[in-house]
């Protein structure tokens, strides 16, 4: 099924989402600095480059930078004033997204945090709340990440989580993965929490089976 859903993906990339140079550049960068080819679609990166257009985000929180790429896709929506705050526990990683950060042009917006995201977070009290908050780190981490973006949320606010199926695992309770463990917590107490209103969707395409819960803070 992968070459069925890589080659779907791909058409729909090629018919949808306009070749980008930088983003080629970037995603090129990531591989030579050896940087693992974790980050999200262009088709994805694409939705949330629309989800800050729709919502109007000015202040985007995102947890795993990686190399920048879905940084970039998030920091071109905003306006000269906005801001973008992106933890990466990976001294490399930060370094090369600096990089890329730069290439693009948006450097001016963004902030990469370096070191653990559970030390960075508490110190984001002066920035917050966000508009967007995008989780896409250590998914063990998941609740507690959570628990923080509702802390630095306001009515309104969009929560994202990413990989949140893994190949299906995530119905497995007894999963001896801890990755799954922290996913199925994370979704557990999203849907549990009247403050949120929240959807999960399963994808299909060239990363393979997975899927990203979206949820709205209410008012
Ligand atoms: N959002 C990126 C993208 O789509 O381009 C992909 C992020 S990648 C899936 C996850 C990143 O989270 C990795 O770069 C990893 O080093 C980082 N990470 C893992 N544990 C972390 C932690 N405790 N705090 C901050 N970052 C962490």
Request: aromatic share 6%; proline share 5%.
């Amino acid at each position: 099924m992968q070459n069925v859903w890589s080659k779907v993906d791909q058409y729909l990339i090629d018919a949808l989402i306009p070749q980008d140079a930088v983003l080629e550049a970037v995603l090129e960068n990531n591989q030579r600095a050896g940087l693992p080819a974790i980050d999200v679609a262009a088709n994805q990166g694409q939705l949330l480059a629309l989800l800050v257009r729709i919502s109007g985000a000015t202040r985007i929180l995102e947890i795993g930078t990686l190399g920048g790429y879905s940084t970039i896709w998030m920091a071109r929506e905003l306006p000269a004033s906005g801001r973008l705050i992106t933890l990466e526990a990976d001294e490399h990683h930060a370094h090369v997204a600096r990089q890329n950060l730069r290439l693009a042009g948006v450097e001016g917006r963004v902030e990469v945090i370096e070191g653990p995201a559970l030390a960075s977070l508490s110190a984001l009290g002066e920035i917050a709340p966000f508009d967007i908050i995008f989780i896409d780190a250590d998914k063990p981490n998941n609740p507690n990440y959570l628990q923080w973006a509702l802390h630095y949320s306001h009515p309104g606010t969009l929560i994202i989580g990413d990989n949140v199926v893994r190949e299906g695992k995530v119905t497995d309770p007894d999963c001896d993965d801890e990755r799954v463990q922290g996913v199925r917590e994370f979704i557990s107490l999203m849907g549990n929490n009247p403050r949120l209103t929240v959807t999960a969707l399963q994808t299909v395409g060239v990363k393979g089976w997975d899927g990203f819960t979206l949820a709205r803070v209410n008012a």
